[in-house]
């Protein structure tokens, strides 16, 4: 018997190949041995050596440290909110354990000046302050006034600034000493690099780069390096600042130090609400 083809093969010789055909196809491709079993474990189970380190940021600033600091023990994974629906009278209901209501916003109405805003107001003012000047209230409102016709404030915001407070500060000791200072520096920005297990308690080799702004510096008749910051949270008393915002200035200081390659002699806060110099480190 013979197949089509030039030469053709005879009826043995296609039990041989039909044979071995089917052999080739029923044989597995491979083996399978332990080895190979544990391999394809180890790559479907492998995990990112580094995984602590994907949700660190690569840059930070002192403010958002700070805010994670003063939040630590929050629940911060919960929902939002839990369900929200419309009232007849407008209003969304918002739940989120205990039920509050969130009224539509009214664009026409002005919002109120916040704590934080009258802060940067009161930074503001001092930061333009001439150290050299003797102030009486007049001058006062006038440096206000002159901020207001330069477009930089507005007469709301005009309203809102103690005009008491920041002639007070004009007769304390730390502005009696910025007038004999050999040098003055205002709102000096700084960059950082520190740890990332000092700011998210992690074991990681990362660092991040924080930024931030010194609000005052000076180098006084001694020579010597004093670094301020100006509070103006409402307290009732200095340790109550102490406590809060110590890690800060630590790290203030720690940057002013490794910029200008010498020791900080002095670390002080000067409390606008309890009128004060209060020494921190």
């Avoid at 802060?119 to 007049?138: A, S």
């Avoid at 308690?201 to 005052?216: K, W």
């Avoid at 390096?225 to 809060?244: A, F, G, P, S």
Wanted: charged share 30%; aromatic share 8%.
């Amino acid at each position: 018997m013979h197949l089509s083809g030039d030469k053709g093969i005879n009826s043995e010789e296609y039990k041989f190949l039909k044979f071995d055909v089917g052999a080739i196809i029923n044989r597995p491709i491979f083996k399978e041995t332990t080895q190979d079993k544990n391999n394809i474990k180890q790559t479907l189970n492998w995990q990112y050596k580094y995984k602590q380190s994907e949700n660190i940021p690569t840059k930070t600033s002192v403010s958002e440290i700070k805010n994670r600091k003063d939040n630590e023990g929050a629940i911060i994974n919960r929902p939002l909110f839990e369900e929200t629906t419309q009232m007849e009278d407008g209003r969304w209901k918002l739940e989120v354990g205990n039920e509050k209501e969130l009224k539509a916003p009214n664009f026409e109405k002005e919002e109120k000046i916040t704590g934080a805003q009258k802060g940067t107001l009161m930074h503001l003012c001092i930061k333009n302050l001439n150290e050299k000047k003797d102030y009486e209230l007049k001058d006062i409102i006038e440096l206000i006034k002159s901020l207001q016709n330069k477009n930089i404030i507005t007469e709301r915001e005009v309203q809102t600034i103690n005009t008491k407070t920041l002639l007070q500060f004009t007769k304390s000791n730390l502005f009696r000493d910025l007038k004999e200072a050999k040098e003055v520096h205002k709102e000096e920005p700084f960059y950082i690099n520190i740890p990332a297990s000092e700011i998210y308690n992690v074991q990681v080799q990362e660092n991040v780069l924080v930024q931030g702004i010194i609000d005052l510096y000076y180098i006084n008749k001694q020579e010597n390096i004093i670094l301020v910051d100006y509070k103006t949270d409402y307290v009732q008393n200095e340790n109550e600042l102490i406590e809060k915002y110590k890690s800060q200035l630590e790290l203030y200081k720690r940057a002013l130090e490794g910029a200008l390659k010498k020791q900080v002699e002095k670390v002080i806060i000067y409390s606008t609400y309890l009128q004060k110099e209060i020494i921190v480190l």
